[in-house]
């Protein structure tokens, strides 16, 4: 459709019409990537939240078994 129409417009020389079916076009595909971008940017920092989630509890689980080995250590220590 709008092919047809800036095909009509370039033969009756309407060069105004054309540079304005023209732009429309192209925002429209900024526009479309501009929102996959977007989307994108969104599906990252949910990701990311998720990551740092893990590894806190990593870091966490492992805080609780070095503890662990450092009383066990204490008391190895005292028996030596």
Same mark, same amino acid.
Do not use: C, P
């Given at each position: 459709?709008?092919?047809?129409?800036?095909?009509?417009?370039?033969?009756?020389?309407?060069?105004? &019409?054309?540079?304005? %079916?023209?732009?429309?076009?192209?925002? =429209?595909?900024?526009? =479309?990537?501009?929102?996959?971008? $977007?989307?994108? =940017?969104?599906?990252?920092?949910?990701? %990311?939240? +998720?990551?740092?989630?893990?590894?806190? &509890?990593?870091?966490?689980?492992?805080?609780?078994?070095? +503890?662990?080995?450092?009383? $066990?250590?204490?008391?190895?220590?005292?028996?030596?």
């Amino acid at each position: 459709m709008i092919l047809r129409r800036i095909a009509t417009a370039i033969k009756r020389q309407d060069w105004f &019409q054309v540079s304005i %079916e023209v732009l429309i076009v192209v925002d =429209g595909i900024f526009l =479309g990537l501009q929102v996959t971008d $977007w989307n994108t =940017g969104r599906e990252e920092r949910v990701l %990311e939240i +998720d990551y740092l989630s893990r590894l806190y &509890q990593v870091i966490q689980s492992d805080i609780v078994e070095f +503890d662990k080995l450092e009383h $066990w250590f204490e008391i190895k220590k005292i028996w030596l």
